[in-house]
């Protein structure tokens, strides 16, 4: 098969690739791949690929092999497997984190009796593919063994994840904190002023432990800790068992047929990467996989719903990865062809002051074809009709602002239980490449 040669400017590069020795990373038509660099005497080598595939197959890097490109500047080129959808980790659940630090260790110790190491050990560096794996993707950073290169990388791995997942370990209420030293890492001094002492450091302060009995240690020590959670506004919402999800239910008349009715929605339009808004604990996101997505994202704020979303994955496998944050008010770098965000324009609107004209745009950057959607008649009042809405609220409005997003919005009023809270569901189609115009540009709220 015949390389193709490609330009500096034909693709995107990802990171601060300047900063690698070895190989830079770059997208190009949606895939990731690794140039490597002239002077990387291993990464040159036919002892490399034969590296790679070993470490592929035992699950530490994602399956990385040659591609038949080449670029100007570099010499080899790796296609590395990617997925539709990408969680960094400072972005993820605490207990995927805490398996990342788990992969990281093991890593070391592979790596070691193969008289290689890592030359960093960044959070950047892990990715999550086949669901919630997390493996690791620089293959640049793999060198031959160096006790003071190991040490640099060990200490790297402890300030930007192995201090975090501590801190998320001490408190529920350093979840900002220890997220944040995910992306930036946190000094020893940090650390230390706010946690006084840790066995951490009573298995690293052994100065006759060799490094494999220690990492050892460390990854017995990671696994037995258990993150503190305490009651949030929406943890109790769904619990994360997903065994009663029937996507082939039938509607049965009485009952609250809201799951069996998107169902139908979602067996309509076949979509393939769905990005589940507001995702609590997943149900829907397991629907959506249950009936043939073959990824779905699933965002959510809530730090208790998250860990059930987690939980529920560990009982059943599911290509289903978990972000944890709220909803962009910029456009969403990765949309999916559906986007899904069910019980949420409500509290959009009346929690988040949101006008239903930028609720619409923020949902629609989640999405390049179909939205669906839900509003609820009766606002925040639940089963009980209050006797006046907020200026602005109504089916009407939201309906309206949506077509400005989507060619077609097609209104779904099904029957609920007498005791049961009101829904109606949208099912938006044909997303237009440009919102139609309606004179405000791109204010969000009307001129006062």
Not at 26 to 54: D, M, T, V, W
Not at 142 to 170: C, T
Not at 178 to 192: K, M, P, Q, Y
Not at 409 to 425: G, K, N
Request: hydrophobic residues 40%.
């Amino acid at each position: 098969m015949n390389e193709k040669s490609l330009k500096l400017s034909d693709v995107r590069w990802i990171g601060m690739h300047f900063l690698d020795a070895n190989s830079h990373t770059f997208l190009y038509e949606r895939q990731y791949y690794k140039a490597i660099l002239p002077g990387a005497p291993l990464h040159n080598s036919e002892r490399f690929g034969i590296i790679l595939s070993k470490i592929a197959d035992r699950g530490f890097i994602p399956s990385t092999v040659k591609a038949h490109l080449k670029i100007e500047k570099y010499t080899d080129v790796y296609h590395q497997k990617s997925d539709f959808f990408s969680v960094p980790l400072e972005k993820a659940p605490f207990e995927s984190v805490k398996q990342a630090s788990l992969l990281i260790i093991k890593f070391f110790l592979y790596l070691k009796r193969h008289n290689l190491t890592l030359l960093d050990a960044h959070s950047k560096n892990i990715v999550f593919q086949n669901g919630n794996i997390p493996l690791w993707c620089d293959i640049g950073s793999i060198v031959p063994y160096d006790q003071g290169v190991f040490r640099s990388a060990f200490e790297q791995f402890v300030r930007y994840i192995i201090y975090p997942i501590l801190l998320r370990n001490h408190s529920q209420h350093l979840e900002p904190v220890a997220r944040s030293g995910l992306e930036r890492g946190i000094s020893h001094e940090l650390f230390h002023t706010i946690i006084n002492s840790s066995d951490f450091f009573k298995i690293i302060a052994k100065e006759t432990l060799n490094i494999d009995i220690m990492l050892n240690e460390i990854s017995t020590y990671i696994e037995n800790l258990q993150f503190p959670y305490a009651d949030t506004a929406w943890g109790g919402y769904y619990d994360c068992v997903s065994d009663d999800i029937a996507p082939d239910k039938k509607p049965t008349p009485g009952e609250d047929n809201r799951e069996t009715v998107i169902s139908s929605m979602l067996k309509g339009i076949r979509p393939k990467y769905i990005v589940d808004l507001g995702a609590n604990a997943g149900r829907y996101s397991r629907l959506a996989a249950k009936l043939g997505a073959r990824e779905v994202l699933s965002i959510e704020p809530d730090i208790v719903a998250m860990a059930k979303n987690y939980l529920g994955l560990q009982r059943e496998k599911l290509p289903i990865k978990l972000l944890q944050e709220g909803i962009s008010l910029t456009p969403f770098d990765q949309p999916g062809d559906t986007a899904i965000a069910l019980a949420l324009t409500h509290h959009l609107f009346y929690t988040e002051n949101m006008p239903f004209r930028l609720i619409a745009t923020c949902l629609a950057s989640y999405t390049t074809q179909h939205l669906v959607t839900e509003f609820m008649p009766h606002g925040m009042s639940g089963k009980d009709k209050p006797d006046s809405l907020p200026q602005g609220y109504s089916l009407e409005i939201f309906t309206k602002q949506l077509e400005r997003h989507f060619a077609t919005v097609e209104v779904i009023e099904y029957p609920f239980p007498a005791d049961s809270s009101p829904r109606v569901l949208l099912l938006c189609s044909q997303k237009r490449a440009t919102p139609l115009d309606d004179g405000l540009g791109n204010l969000n709220r009307p001129p006062a």
